[in-house]
């Protein structure tokens, strides 16, 4: 049976982007894996107003339509900070993005790539990475490995077919973005304990707790160690100032002092570890809305947190130490502090670390001491336009 004939509109007002944000409810709709995110981030995100990373990037919004149902989303974006960065790193001059990439059926999927791809061109744009939802701090890269279980907050879930409908599109595979699960009632070996111990016999270090009422200090300090540990990284765009506001917003409700660690030598700061409680399982019985009682079930939840899973969304150590001996112990040093108050305090069995890129062999290592599996992949494609 022919299809009706599609239509790719670009799109611009308020109500166009909630039928944006609408879509995914409907076409993830039996998917149990699927974690409905809050309406109003979500429009959030795709809002310039309401959205730091717009400070430096420019944006359009596509939505597909047959039969005057919307049946496809995806976004065109590029972002300025990306093009100045080297090309080695993932980005550089003449790269934009594509993202929050949603299809009913691949012929509509074909026909959201080809129109994202030629705002791109029309912009003066010559290769493209995607799916990159929207800044490579938010939901990098489509998942392709772990359909079996849901994601944790901040990480994305996509249907297994988005693969198959990006590569016939003429996208090749650049960059495996991995996520790490540890069962963190168990103990560490003994190598590692011994490790631990040693590094807490050494009066030269202290790991500590963050001090959430010196909320922007300690803020100013992670960023510090985020900026030089991540900077050689792929795909690295620094954080602007109005994203750290935006981030700092989003995730202060969720930040307690005992998940997330400070590593001092000497008295100086040199690494860091973010945990967050997985919000995800907060909010996916809230169905996207927090009316008429979500928004009381969800105070209640962020009051004293009891979670399945801690995710590890970030970690850092000064590029001075990365790849010595003391980075890996502080490392370790942090991950026992805050995996034995996740299970002690939260109730937390399971630990999620990443996304980790492929071939962050520092990173890996650690995650295979630590006894991690990978649990889920997403791939980064690119397309030379």
């Known amino acids: 049976m022919a299809h009706s004939p599609i239509a790719i509109r670009p799109i611009t007002s308020k109500a166009d982007r909630k039928r944006f944000v609408d879509l995914p409810f409907r076409l993830y709709k039996d998917d149990p894996n699927w974690v409905p995110p809050l309406k109003g981030e979500a429009l959030g995100l795709i809002t310039p107003e309401k959205n730091g ?27 300025t900070l990306a093009l100045t960065m080297s090309p080695a790193q993932g980005f550089g001059p003449g790269c934009g993005q594509f993202g929050l990439f949603d299809a009913e059926d691949g012929i509509v999927g074909r026909a959201l790539i080809n129109a994202a791809e030629g705002w791109l061109r029309h912009q003066g744009m010559t290769r493209v990475l995607g799916p990159i939802s929207m800044s490579v701090w938010e939901e990098p890269g489509l998942l392709v490995d772990g359909y079996d279980h849901p994601p944790t907050i901040m990480m994305g879930h996509a249907k297994p077919e988005y693969r198959d409908w990006i590569e016939n599109a003429g996208y090749h595979q650049v960059k495996e973005l991995l996520t790490y699960e540890l069962d963190i009632t168990v103990p560490f070996p003994p190598l590692l304990q011994r490790i631990i111990a040693s590094g807490e016999k050494n009066p030269r270090i202290r790991i500590r707790e963050v001090d959430k009422t010196k909320f922007d200090e300690e ?40 998940l997330i660690r400070i590593a001092e030598v000497d008295g100086r700061p040199v690494a860091f570890m973010i945990t967050l409680p997985d919000l995800n399982e907060a909010i996916a019985p809230l169905k996207g809305s927090l009316l008429p009682f979500g928004w009381a079930k969800l105070l209640l939840f962020l009051r004293k947190p009891k979670v399945k899973t801690m995710r590890v969304p970030l970690m850092g150590v000064l590029k001075e130490l990365q790849s010595s001996r003391m980075a890996s112990q502080l490392a370790f040093m942090m991950i026992e502090y805050i995996k034995r108050d996740s299970v002690a305090h939260y109730g937390a069995t399971r630990g999620e670390i990443g996304w980790i890129l492929e071939d962050n062999q520092g990173m890996r290592s650690i995650a295979d001491a630590i006894g991690c599996t990978v649990n889920k992949r997403y791939w980064i494609y690119e397309k030379t336009l």
């Open 53 to 79: 990373w717009f400070s430096h990037a420019k944006a359009q919004l596509f939505l597909a339509e047959r039969d005057g149902k919307v049946v496809g989303r995806v976004s065109a974006h590029i972002d």
């Open 219 to 258: 803020a100013a300090i992670i960023l510090a160690i985020l900026n030089d540990a991540w900077s050689d990284n792929w795909g690295f765009v620094p954080l602007t100032p109005p994203e750290i506001v935006d981030v700092g917003v989003k995730l202060k409700p969720i930040v307690f002092n005992d």
